[in-house]
């Protein structure tokens, strides 16, 4: 999977602007996809190269131009090419969970700091995720078909998170109760 299909899924929905697009990366897509805004506008720029996307200049009066942009029929079969092709999971590389493989090698007070740290940084997402499925999905009975396939990708960035939560609190506990003879 690239940015691009990422961008194309999320054109498809609507037509938006490069600003709103970051947007939704940071509030709605961060739970399975991460681009900066850098490396979006970058992408916008070449898959309009490609044919893939269209940009509208919008004129505005009262704020500055800008550019709304909309999936070609040509970037539609690109995202429905790849829609039909087997995927596969994404390669684990875990940071936290090597230090905590090795965590006896230091004192158990830095890989407790790392954990709570790591613990606050999920929690806040999760918060986050809920406070997003709170905003937009309340009536999911009457949603369209497109909302309820993104609300399914926010459930699994919230289980995703809670997951995390979990770990580290199950961890934080078993750290708080060694028997320090044993460290």
Same mark, same amino acid.
């Given at each position: 999977? $690239? @940015?691009?299909?990422? =961008?194309?899924?999320? @054109?498809?929905? %609507? ?13 709605? =897509? ?5 681009? +900066?805004?850098?490396? =979006?506008?970058?992408?916008? +720029? ?11 200049? &919008?004129?505005? $009066?009262?704020?500055?131009? #800008? #550019? ?11 995202? #429905?090419?790849? @829609? &039909?092709?087997? +995927? ?12 905590? /493989? *090795? ?6 007070? &830095?890989?407790?700091?790392? /954990? ?5 940084? %999920?929690?806040?997402?999760?918060? %986050? ?6 905003? %937009?999905?309340?009536?999911?009975? $009457? *949603?369209?078909? $497109? ?17 995390? &939560? ?14 320090? +003879?044993?460290?």
């Amino acid at each position: 999977m $690239s @940015l691009a299909h990422t =961008i194309l899924a999320s @054109l498809v929905h %609507h037509p938006t602007t490069g600003y709103e697009l970051v947007k939704d990366f940071n509030e709605r =897509i961060a739970c399975y996809w991460q681009a +900066s805004q850098q490396q =979006i506008y970058r992408e916008l +720029s070449r898959m309009e190269e490609q044919g893939w996307i269209e940009g509208e200049r &919008v004129i505005q $009066s009262d704020r500055p131009n #800008k #550019k709304l942009y909309r999936v070609t029929e040509l970037g539609l079969k690109t995202l #429905k090419d790849w @829609l &039909v092709q087997p +995927s596969n999971p994404a390669a684990i590389r875990e940071e936290l969970l090597v230090k905590v /493989l *090795a965590g006896y090698l230091v004192d158990i007070a &830095v890989i407790r700091a790392e /954990l709570e740290r790591r613990r606050n940084y %999920h929690q806040l997402r999760l918060e %986050h995720y809920y406070q997003t499925e709170q905003e %937009h999905f309340q009536d999911l009975d $009457s *949603a369209t078909l $497109s909302m309820q396939f993104t609300y399914r990708t926010l459930r699994r960035g919230i289980r995703y998170e809670a997951d995390w &939560v979990e770990w580290c609190d199950e961890t934080l506990d078993w750290l708080n109760g060694m028997d320090q +003879s044993n460290v």
